[in-house]
């Protein structure tokens, strides 16, 4: 069972930048695929990010693309989300979660979810 642990939320002005960071419980990080989704009051789940297991393919949603950038580090077990350029409508509680599959957009494709952080951007 993998435990996964976000962090880094807060609130910052649009136009601003936050990092958030999600890190996960054993050695065996490597074997999964990693996504970013996000939820806003009275919306659906949606996609934001997923990198591959080595971090050689990452995707986007068409929302936050050049805008945010997912990256991993698995000899600290943890990956990031670097979120650039930040706009209102970003705001939302972030979910870390990790996959089997070699990438996903799909979140009933994710196995593993972290508790969520929230990120408020002002204008």
């Known amino acids: 069972q993998v435990q996964l642990v976000e962090s880094g939320g807060g609130l910052v002005q649009a136009g601003g930048s936050l990092r958030l960071s999600c890190a996960a419980s054993?050695?065996?990080?490597?074997?999964?695929?990693m996504g970013w989704f996000r939820q806003a009051p009275g919306e659906e789940r949606e996609f934001v990010a997923t990198i591959s297991r080595n971090g050689a393919a990452t995707y986007y949603a068409d929302s936050v693309k050049g805008r945010f950038t997912i990256s991993r580090d698995n000899a600290k077990n943890t990956v990031y989300l670097q979120m650039n350029t930040l706009k209102p409508e970003d705001t939302a509680v972030y979910y870390c979660?990790?996959?089997?599959?070699?990438?996903?957009?799909?979140?009933?494709?994710?196995?593993?979810w972290g508790q969520g952080t929230q990120v408020t951007v002002s204008s």
């Open positions: 979660a990790a996959t089997e599959k070699t990438t996903s957009r799909f979140p009933d494709e994710y196995e593993f």
């Open positions: 054993g050695r065996t990080f490597s074997a999964y695929a």
